[in-house]
């Protein structure tokens, strides 16, 4: 075989007027069905023409040698920017002129910008197993015979395949089931994701493929062949789950097509481009984001469901650990349900007809961890017309929810209720919030996914290892009725379905329904109300000092029991830690557990100033245990300041700034850098001076590090103590040593204008990227005057970019301020920092807060 000429730009030219001509058809349609199997139609055809010009002029020859379509492309999905799979195959190993000819049509494909992905294997090696290498395995499910020998083809397709997939099935659903666990873990095991991924997230694409090879593999196994594909799944199920795969290929044509890239991710500023165009729907309706964005849900939420089921429902799939404790959960049957393998069966189908059955069954599915057989959720959503016609309601239907929401596995029984309908049936308010999305950048889920995960991180606070969450998990075991803080946080956020600009409104108004159809009594509904209407007041309580006692004792009066402080704490708990992995650092679960502290000693009528009059002379004892021989030098550092130092410093700290500070005749700026477990801790100890705060914060943004918090503190000899906790973005301590010294030298410098500030912060700007944010956020500042006796609290809402702290505290200085206190939160792209100030030892004036604010606004404003 001699090589042939290259077809030239006539094959380049028609492939870019066909591709543009797809594009403009489906910027008109919106089918995405319809694109792919267009964009695979004409690639073939490139395909086919290089194969005469470059292999051989006989499409179906040479003998031996054949070209095969695989993955997507075998499956006839090819998107505007995916990959191409194929395989050369032959019947013996590739002499070299065949792989010059092979070299020779994979360039031609690269030159035309195709993303041709080639394989190269004899018949003999496609025999063979690699259980490293199991995608290809996977990939040749879906071979298409392109060119070149038939015969070869038949061999490979017809009896090669089926016999491999036979002899390997449980391996490859093994390595399946691996892939699919670490994609899942990937994407937080949810198909609610604010900004999905249509391809790989759970209830994607990817998901669909999954429920097409599992059926497929298992007919396969049972048949020794090729089964009928139209019956691999359930009739009642096709047309559902094919309707999902359109509207999945739409959205991911769009995608494609609008970022003129291989994209897969649903960002918010796309998800209102594909409602606006109504990408996957019928040109008829016009929904907002949110309303599209639920249809997006509701089918991924099926594929999701069905490729899952099909998962767990394949033995293989299961390792024999797993399968030896199924088998004693089997003996869990009873009269009413038959547990298989972890999954539930009605014992008798005619059973459905009592109204009561399906909550029983969800009862039993939330205390032992099993879930419902495909087969029985389809038997429940037929019961759903002739349920809703009479549902339970009442104290009969609380006392079910009761055992439900009490229960271990309680979030996952909820998910299935509401993936199967059934929950907003019984309770129509949770309807409001079905696959909400809200725009909030710090939030990763959907409103609905959020709710659910509250529950679960309060059902997982007794198995936890961690030295704060135990300290949670005593108190829910301390809880007299633990059943209305789950049926609170059901509700707490279904206002966002109804009355987006206040949500705690909607959710009272939804609730109070709610409790009155379940008849509850007056104290109970109190109660899950209180918790409603309150269940942001904790988190920005957080956002103050939590060590003043005006403020402890304006939470506990807030409360007003123990048991709602206990309820509402777990609820703060729940409720931040869900909002996304890394909302509820450690730093935010121990200040919450401390403010829960002071307020539950405050209840208890231990005297505020006793009590710490108590603490810091223990603290004092333990200094001069410490120090024998520090004397007055240790009066004369501890002289002036507050008692919230000697309150938040271990004794140890203490002694060590006492020392930092005694070397200030030798070296005016003391710096000490340690790290922790989750954050570098850098103390300052020096004397006090104008823009000072400012200008560690501006040194530290110059050299990329993300400020967590900072505490400021000062004594009577005007020696401050500043302590500021951050993070290395770049991982530049981490990874090299030797920048410690100059990290800290820089700082050093800074501080005595050694080191020009102002051109490494321009040097650091430069460095990094000038990314567009995903949520516009409009500064505010807000001023409280009355909630610390000592100082005026500003706190400031912006925009979190590069030196914001610098800025703000910079104008502070300019007022001639001082930060007492600073605390310092960022969520998603929104910065809410509290400082504590005075001016000449005293509160703000009215004059100095408004020049204050307008400063801030000018200078926030101004970018």
């Known amino acids: 075989m001699s090589t042939k000429p290259t077809p030239g730009n006539e094959v380049r030219d028609s492939y870019i007027e066909e591709s543009a001509r797809l594009r403009e058809e489906f910027l008109d349609s919106r089918n995405g069905e319809k694109a792919v199997h267009g964009r695979t139609v004409l690639v073939e055809s490139v395909m086919l023409k290089l194969w005469q010009e470059v292999i051989s002029a006989d499409a179906d020859a040479p003998k031996g040698f054949a070209l095969v379509a695989l993955g997507g492309f075998g499956r006839r999905w090819l998107f505007p920017y995916s990959d191409i799979d194929v395989l050369f195959l032959h019947d013996s190993d590739a002499t070299a002129d065949l792989k010059s000819q092979i070299r020779s049509f994979s360039q031609e494909m690269w030159d035309l910008r195709l993303k041709l992905s080639p394989a190269t294997r004899s018949i003999a090696e496609c025999e063979k197993f690699d259980p490293a290498n199991v995608e290809f395995a996977i990939s040749m499910l879906d071979s298409r015979y392109l060119a070149g020998d038939r015969q070869l083809f038949a061999r490979f397709h017809d009896d090669l395949i089926p016999k491999l997939v036979t002899r390997e099935s449980r391996a490859l659903v093994q390595r399946l089931t691996d892939l699919t666990r670490a994609r899942y873990n990937k994407f937080g095991n949810t198909v609610f994701h604010m900004e999905p991924n249509v391809k790989d997230g759970p209830g994607g694409l990817r998901d669909y493929n999954l429920a097409h090879w599992l059926a497929l593999i298992a007919a396969m ?97 299961r390792p024999s650990l797993y399968k030896q404790f199924q088998n004693l959960r089997s003996r869990l049957s009873n009269a009413e349900f038959a547990v298989v393998d972890g999954r539930i069966f009605l014992q008798r189908q005619e059973a459905l007809r009592d109204p009561d059955l399906p909550l029983r069954m969800f009862r039993f599915m939330a205390r032992h961890g099993l879930s419902l057989s495909s087969a029985t959720e389809h038997q429940v959503e037929e019961t759903l017309p002739a349920l809703g016609a009479a549902p339970p309601k009442g104290i009969q239907l609380w006392h079910y929810l009761q055992e439900i929401f009490l229960a271990p596995h309680a979030a996952e029984a909820l998910r299935t209720m509401h993936s199967l309908g059934l929950l907003a049936l019984l309770l129509p308010e949770f309807s409001s919030i079905d696959s909400l999305v809200i725009r909030d950048y710090s939030h990763r889920f959907t409103v609905d996914e959020h709710t659910f995960v509250t529950i679960e991180n309060l059902h997982a606070l007794r198995k936890s290892q961690s030295k704060w969450d135990q300290g949670y998990a005593e108190l829910l075991d301390e809880l007299e009725q633990p059943d209305l803080l789950y049926l609170a946080l059901l509700l707490h956020d279904v206002g966002k379905g109804t009355h987006p600009g206040n949500h705690i409104v909607g959710s009272l108004a939804a609730a109070d329904d709610c409790l009155a159809r379940l008849d509850l009594d007056q104290p109970d509904r109190d109660t899950v109300l209180f918790l409603i209407e309150h269940h942001l007041y904790l988190g920005a309580a957080l956002r103050r000092d939590i060590f003043d006692p005006e403020a402890i004792r304006q939470t506990a009066e807030k409360m007003g029991t123990p048991e709602r402080l206990k309820m509402l704490c777990l609820m703060t708990y729940a409720d931040i830690k869900a909002v996304n992995p890394e909302a509820l650092t450690p730093w935010k679960a121990e200040n ?82 340690t790290r922790g477990r989750h954050w570098y801790e850098l103390t300052l100890v020096t004397l ?164 204050i604010t307008a400063a801030l606004l000018g200078e926030l404003t101004a970018t």
């Not at 890239?261 to 309706?285: C, H, Y």
């Not at 110059?702 to 400020?707: D, K, P, R, T, V």
């Not at 590069?802 to 301020?817: Q, V």
Request: charged share 25%.
């Open 592 to 673: 919450l557990w401390q403010l829960y502290i002071g307020a539950a000693h405050f209840m208890m009528r231990s005297a505020d100033d006793r009590l710490h009059g108590d603490l810091d002379q223990e603290v004092m004892t333990h200094l001069r245990t410490l120090t024998p021989a520090a004397g007055q030098k240790l009066d004369r550092f501890l002289d002036g300041l507050p008692k919230r130092y000697l309150r938040t410093q271990a004794a140890s700290d203490v002694v060590r700034h006492m020392e930092m500070a005694s070397r200030l005749d030798t070296d005016s700026v003391q710096l000490e850098l």
């Open 688 to 851: 006090d001076r104008p823009f000072l705060f400012a200008k560690m914060c501006g040194a530290l943004a110059a050299w990329g590090m993300n400020i967590v918090k900072a505490a400021a503190f000062s004594n009577s000899a005007n020696v401050v103590v500043d302590t500021f906790f951050f993070t290395d973005r770049f991982r530049t301590l981490e990874l090299n040593l030797p920048e410690w010294e100059r990290f800290k030298v820089s700082i050093h410098d800074v501080l005595l204008d050694k080191a020009d500030l102002d051109r490494m912060l321009k040097d650091r700007l430069r460095s990094e990227k000038n990314t567009v944010p995903k949520v516009k956020v409009e500064p505010r500042v807000i001023i409280d005057n009355e909630c610390s006796g000592q100082s005026t609290l500003i706190e400031v809402v912006a925009q979190d970019q590069l030196g914001l702290l610098y800025r703000i505290s910079s104008k502070f200085a300019e007022e001639g301020c001082n930060i007492e206190i600073a605390l310092i939160e960022t969520e998603g792209q929104t910065a809410t920092d509290a400082f504590y100030l005075t001016s000449g030892g005293q509160k703000l004036s009215p004059e100095r807060q408004e020049r």
């Open 221 to 317: 196994e049972e048949q020794g062949a090729w089964p009928d594909e139209t019956t691999l799944l359930p009739s009642w199920l096709r047309g559902k789950f094919d309707a999902a795969r359109r509207f999945l290929m739409s959205a991911r044509c769009f995608l494609h097509f609008g970022r003129g890239r291989d994209d897969n991710t649903l960002a918010w500023s796309a998800q209102d481009e594909a409602a606006a165009k109504r990408v996957g729907i019928p040109k008829s309706e016009h929904p907002t984001a949110s309303e599209w964005m639920r249809i997006y849900f509701g089918h991924a939420r099926l594929v999701h469901r069905v490729s899952g089921q099909l998962l767990e429902e394949f033995p293989a799939a």
